[in-house]
């Protein structure tokens, strides 16, 4: 979307609470109006017409990633926040409302220093570590106070396209900082599976002076973004829809910005680099670029969090050029040394191979045969994945244990399957935990105990520091035998309740490795995709267990309609609600077409607010209807009567976006122990 010129376009149709003023960006599908809401807050409306796209495709393409990525935009502070999406009437197309970037009128730009985040584990590090940034509302207050003051008859966007033009090549140190927040952005979106496909500088925005990835229409899943979209010389040569193709467009920005040239003239530097102050960070950076945008994908980087690692080499001072001329000398040492290395690794795997047969199996039987069977019963029924598979498979796991009260791993299933029923019920977690202590006490060394007394100190105990020093003690112990996918499940799960979504999904694809496909542990990996935000692997996975296990609605359809409604499908969750309850599903669908999102989330308040809800999701209605401070006072009612339930959501999904950052929200994470 590029500005808008003096030409004048057609006037659009009302959109609800916001008066529009005039358009300052067009592109071949639409234009982009600068409105003004309802208690003055000026924002960015985008009108996208139907019948001004090339074709349907183009038109859904653009509808499709809206939908991907509206849920998503306010999770990062390196994303535009789309604040609001509706419905042009008559199918004529569709809107939505972003925040609106600064003004290329106000005081000269430059990029902020580098600044301290907070990761998705609650560790803070100058843009490292896990990158899952929660936005806090400084950005947004300053963002909205500059709006007060901007004056709409003059206002123009200010991109990176705008700064270049005005100021030509910018200091190595500020395009340094830039590539660091631009690169934490796209890692937190191929993070959730999903790929922008047109980096380009008209495409970043500076909002309260921090640069963000705009323009949303082609965004898409990775398994779905092969069609040529793009900008011509920033397509890598294999084409746009990969993670290394916005890694290869990033690097064409940087370039353009440190040296104030075309990217189509990369890699060409220009003549008085030698003579800048900057000359030698300029070359560090133009180490990385030149990887970036290597020409063979297999010599690029791999991944965004590469990327960044190098950018912050260089920022702290480090040599990233010394670090490539070595790695070279290695490639060539290895091939020079290539039989020395293939002997060194035949002994590597004869050792691994004498130390895995000189193991102690990780399955630890009972000597009573009786409280084997029935052991095994309970494995069997837990894993078809029932409607009662957690109360059929306790029973036996209950005779199990009576039958031999040593057997260490009946102790632990037993807790486990009393956890499944209703984690978050503290009677049931109280009934769980004896078995959990007695089956650690029989046998530390048994992974089934060292998981189930982490789900003890995760549930009850929010110990998040023992509770993951048993998780990794679960799989060092059994990394690959029987049910190890429990183990890594296991920590998937508690690594998702923390918000460290990306550690929770690297567990998942170690657990998949190994070949089994039970239904339980395929609800564990849909869980991680959810709380992750990967809504299509999550849906696909929910839907899949319940087509194989119809029984198993009750217990699925909360985390499916969950997946529905932070995608954005609200008509997929109006149809599950409707095979369910008629009459609550044709109210809704009645409210989601008059009102759009936000008439669904007022229906459903109404519906659900005289009921028995419970406090959490109370907490989330209210939140999704904007109402802050009703939602916090729930927050911490929570906190005293259902901490637990607490613990599931707060660091789960979109509904509680709005708040991060807010005092008394962060008040109540830390009291739970979340840092």
Same mark, same amino acid.
């Given at each position: 979307?590029?500005?808008?010129?003096?030409?004048?376009?057609?006037?659009?149709?009302?959109?609800? $609470?916001?008066?529009?003023?005039?358009?300052?960006?067009?592109?071949?599908?639409?234009?982009?109006?600068?409105?003004?809401?309802?208690?003055?807050?000026?924002?960015?409306?985008?009108?996208?017409?139907?019948?001004?796209?090339?074709?349907?495709?183009?038109?859904?393409?653009?509808?499709?990633?809206?939908?991907?990525?509206?849920?998503?935009?306010?999770?990062?502070?390196?994303?535009?926040?789309?604040?609001?999406?509706?419905?042009?009437?008559?199918?004529?197309?569709?809107?939505?409302?972003?925040?609106?970037?600064?003004?290329?009128?106000?005081?000269?730009?430059?990029?902020?220093?580098?600044?301290?985040?907070?990761?998705?584990?609650?560790?803070?590090?100058?843009?490292?570590?896990?990158?899952?940034?929660?936005?806090?509302?400084?950005?947004?207050?300053?963002?909205?106070?500059?709006?007060?003051?901007?004056?709409?008859?003059?206002?123009?966007?200010?991109?990176?396209?705008?700064e270049l033009k005005s100021r030509g090549a910018l200091p190595a140190?500020?395009?340094?900082?830039?590539?660091?927040?631009?690169?934490?952005?796209?890692?937190?979106?191929?993070?959730?599976?999903?790929?922008?496909?047109?980096?380009?500088?008209?495409?970043?925005?500076?909002?309260?002076?921090?640069?963000?990835?705009?323009?949303?229409?082609?965004?898409?899943?990775?398994?779905?973004?092969?069609? =040529?979209?793009?900008?011509?010389?920033?397509?890598?040569?294999?084409?746009?829809?990969?993670?290394?193709?916005?890694?290869?467009?990033?690097?064409?920005?940087?370039y353009e910005a440190a040296f104030g040239k075309d990217r189509q !003239?990369?890699?060409?530097?220009?003549?008085?680099?030698?003579?800048?102050?900057?000359?030698?960070?300029?070359?560090?950076?133009?180490?990385?670029?030149?990887?970036?945008?290597?020409?063979?994908?297999?010599?690029?980087?791999?991944?965004?969090?590469?990327?960044?690692?190098?950018?912050?080499?260089?920022?702290?001072?480090?040599?990233?050029?010394?670090?490539?001329?070595?790695?070279?000398?290695?490639?060539?040492?290895?091939?020079?040394?290539?039989?020395?290395?293939?002997?060194?690794?035949?002994?590597?795997?004869?050792?691994?191979?004498?130390?895995?047969?000189?193991?102690?199996?990780?399955?630890?039987?009972?000597?009573?045969?009786?409280?084997?069977?029935?052991?095994?019963?309970? +494995?069997?029924?837990?894993?078809?994945?029932?409607?009662?598979?957690?109360?059929?498979?306790?029973?036996?796991?209950?005779?199990?244990?009576?039958?031999?009260?040593?057997? *260490?791993?009946?102790?632990?299933?037993?807790?486990?399957?009393?956890?499944?029923?209703?984690?978050?019920?503290?009677?049931?977690?109280?009934?769980?935990?004896?078995?959990?202590?007695?089956?650690?006490?029989?046998?530390?060394?048994?992974?089934?105990?060292?998981?189930?007394?982490?789900?003890?100190?995760? =549930?009850?105990?929010?110990?998040?520091?023992?509770?993951?020093?048993?998780?990794?003690?679960?799989?060092?112990?059994?990394?690959?035998?029987?049910?190890?996918?429990?183990?890594?499940?296991?920590?998937?799960?508690?690594?998702?309740?923390?918000?460290?979504?990306?550690?929770?999904?690297?567990?998942?694809?170690?657990?998949?490795?190994?070949?089994?496909?039970?239904?339980?542990?395929?609800?564990?990996?849909?869980?991680?995709?959810?709380?992750?935000?990967?809504?299509?692997r999550a849906i696909k996975t929910f839907e899949e267990i319940v087509?194989?296990?119809?029984?198993?609605?009750?217990?699925?359809?909360?985390?499916?309609?969950?997946?529905?409604?932070?995608?954005?499908?609200?008509?997929?969750?109006?149809?599950?609600? !409707?095979?369910?309850?008629?009459?609550?599903?044709?109210?809704?669908?009645?409210?989601?077409?008059?009102?759009?999102?936000?008439?669904?989330?007022?229906?459903?308040?109404?519906?659900?607010?005289?009921?028995?809800?419970?406090?959490?999701?109370?907490?989330?209605?209210?939140?999704?209807?904007?109402? $802050?401070?009703? *939602?916090?006072?729930?927050?911490?009612?929570?906190?005293?009567?259902?901490?637990?339930?607490?613990?599931?959501? +707060?660091?789960?999904?979109?509904?509680?976006?709005?708040?991060?950052?807010?005092?008394?929200?962060?008040?109540?994470?830390?009291?739970?122990?979340?840092?």
């Amino acid at each position: 979307m590029e500005p808008q010129a003096n030409n004048v376009l057609a006037a659009p149709l009302s959109v609800p $609470d916001h008066e529009l003023l005039r358009p300052i960006a067009a592109g071949a599908g639409g234009e982009v109006w600068l409105a003004r809401n309802l208690v003055g807050t000026l924002r960015a409306v985008k009108i996208v017409r139907r019948d001004r796209h090339a074709s349907a495709e183009s038109f859904e393409r653009e509808f499709k990633g809206l939908q991907k990525f509206e849920p998503v935009s306010r999770a990062h502070v390196g994303l535009v926040d789309i604040l609001t999406l509706g419905l042009l009437p008559d199918s004529a197309g569709f809107y939505y409302v972003m925040e609106l970037a600064d003004s290329v009128s106000s005081s000269e730009f430059r990029v902020s220093s580098l600044k301290t985040v907070v990761d998705a584990d609650g560790a803070s590090s100058p843009l490292g570590g896990e990158r899952t940034q929660v936005k806090g509302d400084s950005v947004t207050r300053n963002s909205e106070r500059e709006t007060r003051n901007l004056t709409p008859d003059t206002y123009a966007p200010r991109t990176l396209r705008a700064e270049l033009k005005s100021r030509g090549a910018l200091p190595a140190d500020e395009v340094i900082t830039l590539g660091l927040k631009l690169s934490a952005a796209l890692e937190h979106l191929h993070a959730l599976g999903l790929v922008h496909r047109d980096v380009k500088p008209s495409n970043m925005l500076f909002i309260g002076g921090e640069p963000k990835l705009a323009d949303a229409g082609l965004v898409a899943a990775m398994d779905d973004a092969r069609s =040529l979209v793009g900008t011509a010389g920033y397509i890598a040569p294999e084409g746009p829809g990969t993670p290394q193709a916005d890694l290869y467009a990033l690097g064409k920005v940087l370039y353009e910005a440190a040296f104030g040239k075309d990217r189509q !003239e990369f890699p060409a530097l220009p003549g008085d680099v030698a003579s800048r102050p900057d000359h030698a960070r300029l070359l560090e950076l133009n180490a990385i670029l030149l990887r970036a945008c290597a020409a063979d994908r297999r010599e690029r980087y791999q991944s965004a969090d590469q990327l960044h690692a190098d950018l912050k080499r260089v920022h702290a001072g480090r040599s990233v050029r010394r670090r490539q001329a070595w790695s070279q000398a290695v490639r060539i040492t290895k091939a020079v040394g290539l039989a020395i290395a293939m002997l060194a690794i035949f002994l590597a795997m004869a050792f691994w191979v004498a130390r895995r047969g000189a193991r102690p199996p990780p399955v630890e039987w009972s000597t009573n045969e009786e409280a084997n069977a029935a052991y095994r019963k309970g +494995i069997w029924v837990f894993h078809q994945g029932e409607s009662n598979a957690f109360v059929e498979s306790a029973k036996f796991f209950e005779i199990a244990v009576q039958e031999d009260p040593t057997f *260490a791993r009946a102790n632990a299933r037993l807790a486990r399957s009393y956890i499944w029923q209703n984690p978050t019920d503290p009677k049931m977690l109280q009934k769980a935990r004896p078995f959990a202590e007695r089956a650690f006490a029989l046998n530390p060394n048994s992974d089934e105990a060292n998981t189930a007394i982490a789900s003890i100190k995760t =549930l009850l105990e929010y110990d998040w520091r023992g509770a993951e020093k048993h998780h990794l003690k679960a799989i060092s112990l059994n990394p690959d035998g029987q049910h190890a996918e429990d183990n890594y499940y296991g920590y998937a799960t508690f690594l998702s309740i923390m918000g460290r979504t990306n550690d929770a999904l690297k567990q998942v694809n170690k657990a998949l490795a190994l070949g089994s496909r039970s239904q339980i542990w395929m609800q564990g990996a849909g869980f991680t995709y959810l709380c992750a935000r990967q809504y299509d692997r999550a849906i696909k996975t929910f839907e899949e267990i319940v087509e194989r296990q119809p029984s198993s609605r009750d217990r699925i359809g909360n985390f499916l309609l969950e997946a529905y409604r932070d995608s954005g499908n609200y008509l997929a969750a109006i149809k599950w609600e !409707e095979q369910d309850d008629p009459a609550r599903g044709a109210a809704l669908r009645e409210a989601f077409q008059q009102r759009g999102e936000l008439g669904y989330w007022r229906r459903l308040l109404d519906l659900e607010k005289d009921s028995s809800i419970g406090l959490v999701w109370l907490a989330i209605l209210h939140a999704r209807v904007g109402e $802050d401070e009703t *939602a916090l006072d729930y927050l911490e009612q929570a906190l005293k009567r259902t901490p637990t339930q607490l613990v599931l959501n +707060i660091n789960r999904g979109p509904s509680f976006d709005t708040l991060r950052g807010n005092r008394r929200f962060e008040n109540v994470r830390k009291k739970l122990g979340f840092r």
